[in-house]
């Protein structure tokens, strides 16, 4: 399982800062394909003080099928979208999880991530 | 021609980016489902976490992110940790020239001015406030120093991340 945190810039004020829409992940699956890659979301609100985070799923898609596209042995390029996109508030914090179902011999390289979004200041 | 002047920016910072050094540390699932932390711990030893701030600089005075504070969101699991922060501003050495390190003052918030709020165990919310706070160059950059004591103990500190509130003027 692989988190990539999202890094963009949020903002205190409503429907300011970063819209986050999508987030695109490319890796490589070598020597063998994978049996599943799989794409989800986290929303993690900052606990005030004394307090723990709050995790909640975020609703979205993944365009390539997790056990047939998303898993060849080959180069990917992978979007995730959000069903519904958010404007990231300050204490908030997005992962996007990755988590991969792999046989003994499936080397996985990542070679980043790319968040695209709308920014309103 | 446009002009942004917003007071209320925010950075968050992924524990993923946080610098350790000393100490054992490593990266791990959080207290709660679904979070990452960094976390640091061992007897005897203290543990160095630098948290680089990470906001746009811009080469015009007067232009670019003004730091105000930040706020370092971590959790002591086992008693005994004694954290204690200091801000580093570097800036770079030109080609061939060493960098050169400063330490503006700040503030600790009302919950964690002492050594004894800090070191509780419990969920934190650490702010830090700039005293003087000031545009960012572009040979200049920021980085939060955390000293993790656990000298003759066995604490454990997990750092759930750090978020950076700036001024944005472009």
Known sequence: MINIPIMLPSNSQYAKGAYLKSVEVDYELLVAGATSITLSMNKVTRGADTAVAVVASVAGSQDLAAGVAAASQEQHKITWTLTTP??????????????????????????????NFTLRL | MGYIHDTHMSQ??????????????????????????????????????????????????GKGSKLVSIEVDYEITVAAVVVTATLNKVTRGADTAVAVV?????????????????????????????????????????????????????????????????????
């Open chain 1, 86 to 115: 958010v404007w990231i508030d300050n204490d908030q914090e997005f992962l996007l999880v990755m988590t991969a179902v792999c046989g003994a011999a499936v080397t996985i390289d990542l070679l980043g991530a790319v968040a």
């Open chain 2, 12 to 61: 968050v910072i992924p524990p993923t980016l946080f610098h350790c050094v000393t100490g054992t540390w490593s990266i791990a699932a959080g207290q709660v489902a679904g979070t990452i932390v960094k976390r640091v711990n061992d007897a005897n030893q203290t543990g160095i976490v630098n948290v680089p701030i990470i906001l746009p600089s811009n080469s015009v005075a």
């Open chain 2, 102 to 170: 400063s330490a503006p003052t700040f503030t600790y918030d009302a919950g964690h001015d002492t050594a004894a709020e800090r070191d509780d165990v419990d969920q934190h919310l650490m702010t830090i406030t700039i005293t003087t706070p000031a545009y960012l160059d572009n040979d200049e950059y920021y980085l939060l120093e955390l000293s993790c004591d656990q000298a003759g103990d066995g604490g454990l500190i997990e750092f759930l991340g750090a978020v950076a509130n700036y001024t944005l003027r472009l």
